[in-house]
C-alpha cells in the first residue's frame, strides 16, 4: 500500500507561481510511476503530467505544457509540479497519482494509476 500526500496549493493571481509536492510513504518509491491530475468543478478529472520512474521521461498535457514542469526526488520520496504562468482556467484540485512499474515508461490515463492522494486545491484569481 502506497499512502500519498500532497501539498503546496493555494491562491495565486494569475500569472503567478506554485510548486506543488506529493509524498509518498514507501520503501519503493524508485520503481513507482507518478502523475498529476487535476479536476475542476463540474469537470471530470484531467492528465496533467506524467514522470518516469527514474524521472528521464515526462510527459505534458497540451494545455500545460512549457508553464508546468514534473520533477521527483527519489532520495526524498518526492514527486513535484512547478506550475507557472497559472491561468483562471488551471483552478482546480491537483492529484497526485503512482504505480508500481517494471518499465521506464510514464503513464497518462487515469485508469494507469493505482494510489490516488486527496489532492490540494489551487486556484488563480484573474
Known amino acids: 500500500q502506497v499512502q500519498l500526500v500532497e501539498s503546496g496549493g493555494g491562491l495565486v493571481q494569475a500569472g503567478g507561481s506554485v510548486r506543488l509536492s506529493c509524498v509518498a510513504s514507501?520503501?519503493?518509491?524508485?520503481?513507482?510511476?507518478m502523475g498529476w491530475f487535476r479536476q475542476a468543478p463540474g469537470k471530470e478529472r484531467e492528465f496533467v503530467a506524467a514522470?518516469?520512474?527514474?524521472?528521464?521521461?515526462?510527459d505534458y498535457a497540451d494545455s500545460v505544457k512549457g508553464r508546468f514542469t514534473i520533477s521527483r526526488d527519489n532520495a526524498k520520496n518526492t514527486v513535484y509540479l512547478q506550475m507557472n504562468s497559472l491561468k483562471p482556467e488551471d483552478t482546480a484540485v491537483y492529484y497526485c497519482?503512482?504505480?508500481?512499474?517494471?518499465?521506464?515508461?510514464?503513464?497518462?490515463?487515469?485508469?494507469?494509476?493505482?494510489?490516488w492522494g486527496q489532492g490540494t486545491q489551487v486556484t488563480a484569481s484573474s
Open positions: 497519482a503512482a504505480r508500481f512499474t517494471a518499465t521506464a515508461n510514464y503513464y497518462s490515463l487515469l485508469s494507469q494509476y493505482n494510489y
Open positions: 514522470i518516469s520512474r527514474s524521472g528521464d521521461a515526462t
Open positions: 514507501t520503501r519503493t518509491f524508485s520503481i513507482l510511476a
